[in-house]
């Protein structure tokens, strides 16, 4: 059973994602908080597999929420009424594992969920290609990323494929590998970066400047 917590200050919004959730018999919800404060005190009574997270609340925002959970297994949605904003690249930038729109088909969304909690990244790549070519001009110079010395010269070179928006098996084709190393080192380079999900991992890559020679 995957466990929801459903995070946003509009009662109506948790409604009905509360009823698109409860219908389906894999998951439920396991509970509601309409701020950042009210979210972790919530997580710390009933732990939960999946949170669905509005970015823009007042108080605590969703973007401290996701700062404060850091090394939490929870795993986060962002649902948003914008598609890429700034909002939304930070938000992944800090271990959200994707996003998906209020206006979202049903479908879409409990898709989402079942995705994120069997540990998916839910951004296609067409959409992280966007997110980059969107968000990387923000860096003129390449930012220090705290861990980036430990990855191996492999481990970085798969990094920089990844921030292009392949897929393992789109990077293993280009680097004549398997799949499964692809897997691998991707795996390592997110440990050793402390990214909580591949848009982490893809959000750090490009603040660290990694690129595909």
């Known amino acids: 059973m995957i466990r929801v917590l459903l995070v946003d200050d509009h009662q109506l919004v948790r409604?009905?994602?509360r009823v698109l959730v409860d219908r389906?018999?894999?998951?439920?919800?396991?509970?509601?908080?309409?701020?950042?404060q009210q979210a972790l005190a919530q997580l710390s009574r009933s732990p939960a597999d999946v949170l669905l997270l509005d970015i823009r609340m007042p108080g605590?925002?969703?973007l401290e929420v996701l700062r404060r959970l850091a090394g939490d297994p929870v795993r986060v949605i962002v649902v948003t009424t914008f598609e890429i904003d700034r909002y939304v690249f930070e938000a992944l930038g800090a271990g959200a594992s994707g996003f998906v729109l209020k206006?979202?088909?049903p479908t879409d969304l409990v898709r989402a969920i079942r995705?994120?909690?069997a540990g998916e990244a839910l951004l296609s790549p067409s959409v992280t290609r966007l997110m980059v070519s969107t968000f990387a001009r923000r860096w003129s110079a390449p930012t220090a990323i705290e861990g980036l010395d430990t990855l191996t010269e492999r481990e970085r070179e798969i990094a920089a494929w990844v921030a292009t928006g392949r897929s393992n098996r789109e990077i293993a084709d280009a680097l004549v590998l398997s799949p499964a190393t692809v897997r691998t080192h991707v795996a390592r380079a997110m440990g050793k970066l402390n990214a909580r999900s591949r848009a982490q991992l893809v959000v750090l890559a490009v603040r660290a400047g990694l690129t595909v020679q």
């Open 15 to 17: 409604m009905g994602l």
């Open 115 to 117: 995705v994120v909690a």
């Open 103 to 105: 206006d979202s088909a």
């Open 24 to 36: 389906e018999d894999d998951m439920r919800v396991v509970g509601e908080a309409d701020n950042g």
């Open 60 to 62: 605590m925002d969703g």
